[in-house]
């Protein structure tokens, strides 16, 4: 099996070099422009780093529970899945604070990068696009997004006019493997100068449906070794996943002038979320070390999350020999969330209070094109509760970039920037306070042929998160009691990649090849408290600060072949993604990714169209301390749409579709999440929907 899957990815990465000549008017050289790519814009394969745009159509298509669920058939993306209330994606091996989650450019300011339970407040339901950029390219918005950016652009804020003056956009769907329905809905309107913009979405989705047990074998071969028979005799969860329900709803609206050289647009997005915490450990010890009793094993905690946000956005156009355009936003959001024992019992509550603002001006002298710009973080982190494992904690940031390209005629280019950056925690516990400085310098080469090679070199800093440097407690979303370590110095990344493309109308191919070193590294490891490997019960994880290197590869390609076999046109795409973390004392940094392989076809006959995806993972056996290793699978979606648009219903793009996703009904663990051995992926989901366009 393993051998057919690399043989049917090869061949949907190469088969674009058989087919680079076929004469059809669809061209896969059409690409977006990448907005949160810093300097002038330039299209996806014209960054050396890889960078990604995902438009509404794709966005359904493999839209999950959760931005991470989203985007992790991307190349080089992954999950921290922690069911369906809350996922992080994870860019080459990096997640939480190393990757950078952004509304229209501007953090989501909420939880999320402190712990995987704590859901994202994106994630691309109602989103007009997602944009996500690996690696370097992300310099302009600092040390905090080494690993990357994914940039979910809701479209709210018009910068200008809609060529159509009014326009309906709405979805719906029903998953079977939780019983689940899932709607979305955007309108738009143009009056004069005036874009109005409405969206709303909502989730109701019960427990899913699981291939088997909850707890993986070999957890469940480990605890039978340890306890002997006693374990054998528990009753373990099969079939489906307790306390695994997620309801999400979100309501928006924006409101834009567009001018003749300038544009101003305001926005506010009001959205809540109720979610369980499966697999959480909410069984631990009193203060005499006795376990919990049967009442307590039995509740179901779950997490009630709510935000509102606004958002201003201005820009305006020059036309002088330098200064082409400045843009300003500003954002503030309000975020809270209690996270509750059982109905009716709340226990720790979370609350967020940020501002963020950024100014970015773009400029021109002679070839040499880019931007300046400086940015201001402003936030307050507040636990209370019992089982509040960090106390309140105020972070505030205040940073200047400057990025600049130059491209000849005969293809070659120069491109490089730099980010200085002072970062202060404060807490009751000490204050800290962090100088950084981030740094970049590339080359690329494009030729008429379509090939396109690049090379770039990067330094940056990171200040420690509010977690890193403060933990101190109990946290039973994730069985651990963490400790942070008010010491820490600053993470430091040194990182090379290389790229090389090849496109033509029909097909592409691309390899990045990257490595990172780190000095400095901050992960999450057991060690001792107070000379003790438990608190309460819970296993003691220490912030520990190492150096590391990682290395990976990413290799993807398309292939467009008109008029195929059955007379349908063809698309087949496929990547494989591999990257290793090791320390520098010779351990594996902690949840990485395995070898991974995605490979797809779909057919199109302009009514119909029907395709297959099939994603492959290895074995992880590279495993940090205080981890099991994680089985590979195989999964398998199909999926089948029927085009109503050619029917003479809605524009392009009303589609009905069904989805069969895990068609196998494969056990799936992602070595990503921290809560692997307890909290599979779902099983086998037949989902049924339509995307009406007006």
């Known amino acids: 099996m393993k051998q057919l899957l690399l043989l049917a990815a090869s061949t949907a990465v190469l088969a674009g070099f058989a087919h680079a000549d076929a004469p059809d008017d669809k061209d896969l050289r059409q690409q977006s422009v990448i907005v949160t790519a ?9 960054l050396i780093g890889n960078a990604t745009s995902i438009g509404r159509e794709g966005i359904i298509e493999t839209l999950g529970p959760t931005l991470g669920d989203t985007l992790d058939r991307q190349p080089g993306v992954s999950t921290t899945f922690f069911g369906q ?33 704590h859901q994202a407040a994106a994630d691309g339901i109602d989103a007009e696009k997602i944009e996500i950029l690996r690696g370097p390219a992300a310099l302009a918005y600092g040390g905090q997004a080494i690993g990357g950016v994914v940039n979910v652009i809701d479209g709210l804020l018009s910068e200008s006019l809609p060529e159509d003056p009014a326009s309906v956009d709405l979805f719906s ?42 707890e993986s074998a070999r957890l469940h071969a480990q605890e039978e070794a340890e306890e002997g028979p006693a374990h054998e005799e528990e009753e373990h969860a099969s079939g489906t996943l307790e306390n695994s329900f997620a309801q999400t709803t979100s309501m ?8 003749e050289n300038a544009f101003l647009g305001v926005a506010v997005r009001q959205q809540q979320a109720q979610y369980g915490l499966p697999g959480s450990a909410h069984e631990h010890g009193d203060e005499d070390g006795d376990a919990g009793d049967a009442e307590a094993a039995e509740e179901m905690p779950f997490i009630d999350m709510e935000q509102t946000r606004y958002d201003m956005r201005g820009g305006i156009q020059f036309d002088n020999s330098f200064l082409k355009e400045i843009t300003a936003t500003v954002s503030q959001a309000d975020y809270e969330h209690t996270e509750f024992e059982a109905p009716g019992e709340p226990g ?45 904690t105020s972070s505030n940031s205040l940073g ?24 202060e925690r ?43 440097l403060y933990a101190d407690g109990a946290h039973l979303a994730t069985a651990q009691y963490e400790v942070g370590n008010l010491g820490m110095d600053k993470e430091k990344g040194l990182n090379i990649e290389a790229t090389a493309r090849w496109e033509s109308a029909n097909a592409s191919f691309g390899v990045n090849l990257f490595r990172t070193s780190f000095d400095g590294f901050i992960y999450l490891a057991p060690g001792l408290y107070e000379g003790a490997a438990e608190v309460d019960g819970l296993p003691v994880y220490l912030f520990s600060q190492e150096d590391a290197t990682f290395t990976g590869a990413e290799i993807y390609g398309q292939a467009y072949i008109p008029q195929g076999l059955l007379k349908a046109d063809w698309t087949l795409d496929g990547g494989i993604d591999v990257v290793d973390g090791e320390l520098d004392s010779g351990g594996n940094v902690p949840l990485m990714p395995p070898l991974t392989i995605n490979a797809g076809a779909k057919a199109d006959w302009g009514l119909w169209s029907a395709g297959a995806h099939v994603t492959w993972a290895d074995d992880q056996t590279d495993i940090a301390t205080g981890e099991l290793p994680t089985d590979g699978y195989t999964q398998l979606d199909l999926r089948a749409d029927l085009n109503l648009a050619e029917l003479g219903f809605g524009k392009d793009g009303t589609t009905l579709f069904v989805d069969a996703r895990n068609v196998t009904d494969e056990e799936i663990r992602y070595s990503t999440s921290v809560l692997k051995d307890v909290v599979p992926a779902p099983g086998r989901n037949i989902r049924v929907g339509i995307r009406a366009a007006f």
């Open 38 to 46: 810093p300097g002038p814009d330039r299209l996806e394969g014209e």
């Open 173 to 214: 769907a029903y998953n079977s493997v939780s019983e689940g329905t899932e709607v979305a809905g955007r309108g738009q309107m143009v009056q004069g100068p005036f874009v109005f913009t409405l969206t709303g979405s909502a989730r109701d989705f019960g427990n899913y449906d699981i291939p088997g047990m909850a």
């Open 252 to 259: 928006a609206g924006g409101v834009s002038w567009i001018g």
């Open 400 to 423: 200047a970039f400057l990025y600049e390209t130059i491209d000849w005629e005969n293809g070659f280019g120069l491109e490089g920037g730099a980010r200085i950056e002072n970062a």
């Open 348 to 392: 720790t509550v979370y609350k967020t209070d940020g501002t963020e603002a950024r100014v970015e001006a773009s400029h021109e002298i002679g070839l040499v094109k880019g931007a300046f710009g400086v940015q201001y973080t402003d936030k307050d982190l507040g636990a209370y509760g019992d089982e509040a494992f960090i106390t309140p």
């Open 85 to 117: 209330g809350a996922s992080r994606p994870v860019l080459r091996g990096l997640g939480a604070e190393r990757v950078q989650v952004l509304t229209n450019g501007i953090g989501v300011i909420d939880v999320s990068a402190a712990s995987p339970d």
């Open 426 to 468: 404060g807490n009751a516990a000490g204050d800290t306070d962090f100088d950084l400085f981030s740094a970049s310098a590339g080359a690329h080469q494009h030729w008429d042929n379509g090939w396109f090679v690049g090379l770039q070199v990067s330094h940056t800093e990171r200040a420690p998160n509010e977690s890193e």
